[in-house]
């Protein structure tokens, strides 16, 4: 199975701040990794895939970057509903395995 | 606009086993792939297997096989989950997810499973 390493595990920012999660896979992926979004008591929200296509509907402050096995989510100029946790998952190869998810909290 | 609905929450007893449906409801099952994914209270989510209705493929994780199985009936456009030998390891949120295969970009609501004694 692929391991998803995701880091930091948890980030205090401000709003207007920029801010950048990681996401490592154990080998090579290729572009074939998706970003979510969970807010508390919700479903997760599909943000980008294939490592950078944002998707329709999520905010253009939202970037995905990496290919191989080093992938970034950037938020820029943080909002207020941005608060949340954010997950990492491959779909290179099944079982299609999950980060650990980054909670990004106020400072 | 595709909307995945699923079945309410249960509260199962250890050694038991649980049944969750998801209906997609505004879209079909044609071309996609079904999948499980649970969440533990306060943990991260966890990939449990897929069905692709129209090739009759299930595929699960190493964690849950043998001991859960998804099903689609395409006439319906619902999909089920089944686990069995519950223990309160099990306690999770399950969301059922659509894709084509790069994301999911629909959810169902979630399912409460609650296991005790």
């Known amino acids: 199975d692929i391991q998803m390493t995701q880091s930091p595990s948890s980030l205090s920012a401000s709003i207007g701040d920029r801010v950048t999660i990681t996401c490592r896979a154990s080998q090579d992926i290729s572009n074939s990794l998706a970003w979510y979004q969970q807010k508390a008591g919700n479903a997760p929200k599909l943000l980008v895939s294939d490592a950078s296509r944002l998707e329709s509907g999520a905010p253009s402050r939202f970037s995905g970057a990496g290919s191989g096995t080093d992938h970034t989510l950037t938020i820029s100029n943080l909002q207020p509903e941005d608060f949340a946790t954010y997950y990492c998952?491959?779909?290179?190869?099944?079982?299609?395995?999950f980060g650990r998810g980054t909670r990004v909290e106020i400072k | 606009q595709v909307q995945l609905v699923q079945s309410g929450a249960e509260v199962k007893k250890p050694g038991s086993s649980v049944k969750v449906s998801c209906k997609a409801s505004g879209g079909t099952f044609s071309g996609y792939i079904l999948t499980w994914v649970r969440q533990a209270p306060g943990q991260g989510l966890e990939w449990m297997g897929r069905?692709?209705?129209?090739?009759?493929?299930?595929h699960y994780g190493q964690a849950f096989q043998g001991r859960a199985t998804i099903t689609a009936n395409s006439a319906t456009a619902t999909t089920y989950l089944e686990l069995i030998s519950l223990t309160s390891d099990d306690t999770a949120v399950y969301y059922c997810?659509?894709?084509?295969?790069?994301?999911?970009?629909?959810w169902g609501q979630g399912t409460l499973v609650t296991v005790s004694s």
């Open positions: 069905i692709a209705p129209n090739l009759g493929t299930t």
């Open positions: 997810a659509r894709g084509r295969g790069d994301g999911f970009p629909n």
């Open positions: 998952q491959q779909y290179y190869s099944t079982p299609r395995t």
